[in-house]
Nanobody, 128 residues
Framework: VQLVESGGGFVQAGGSLRLSCPTP????????VGWFRQAPGKEREGVGC???????????YYADFSRGRFTITIEHGEDTVYLQLNGVKSEDTGRYYC???????????????????WGQGTQVTVSS
C-alpha cells in the first residue's frame, strides 16, 4: 500500500499546519497509524501514533515534544488520518511521514519497526 502524505509547506513559527495521510485500506477494528519526522542530519523520530484494537478501543501516544501541540485525528468517513501541528517551532522543521500497520505497531516508545507501509513524506519548514 502506497501512502501519500500532503499538507506540508512553509509556516512561520507559532503557526499551524494540518498534514493528511489517506488510509483507505486500514482494517477498521485493528490498525495503527503512526506519524514520524526526520530533520536533516538527524535520525527519524516518532511524533505520535494512534491504534485501535478489538476489546481495547482507541489509544493515542505522543512524543514529549509533540504532546499538547500536535494532535492526531482519524476521520473514518474520509479514510484519512490527520496530524494537526499547532504552535510550530523552528525545530519542527523536517520531513513528516505516516505509516500504517496492525495495532501492535503503535507503542509508547513510538518505535517504527513494525509498520507495514510508509509514505514518501511531506516537508514542513518553519521560519523563525
Amino acid at each position: 500500500v502506497q501512502l501519500v502524505e500532503s499538507g506540508g509547506g512553509f509556516v512561520q513559527a507559532g503557526g499551524s499546519l494540518r498534514l493528511s495521510c489517506p488510509t483507505p485500506t486500514i482494517h477498521k477494528s485493528d490498525y495503527a497509524v503512526g506519524w514520524f519526522r526526520q530533520a536533516p542530519g538527524k535520525e527519524r523520530e516518532g511524533v505520535g501514533c494512534v491504534k485501535q484494537a478489538e476489546g481495547i478501543g482507541q489509544t493515542t501516544y505522543y512524543a514529549d515534544f509533540s504532546r499538547g501541540r500536535f494532535t492526531i485525528t482519524i476521520e473514518h468517513g474520509e479514510d484519512t488520518v490527520y496530524l494537526q501541528l499547532n504552535g510550530v517551532k523552528s525545530e519542527d522543521t523536517g520531513r513528516y511521514y505516516c505509516a500504517v500497520g496492525w495495532s501492535f505497531a503503535c507503542v509508547l516508545d513510538l518505535k517504527g519497526q513494525n509498520y507495514l507501509s510508509w509514505g514518501q513524506g511531506t516537508q514542513v519548514t518553519v521560519s523563525s
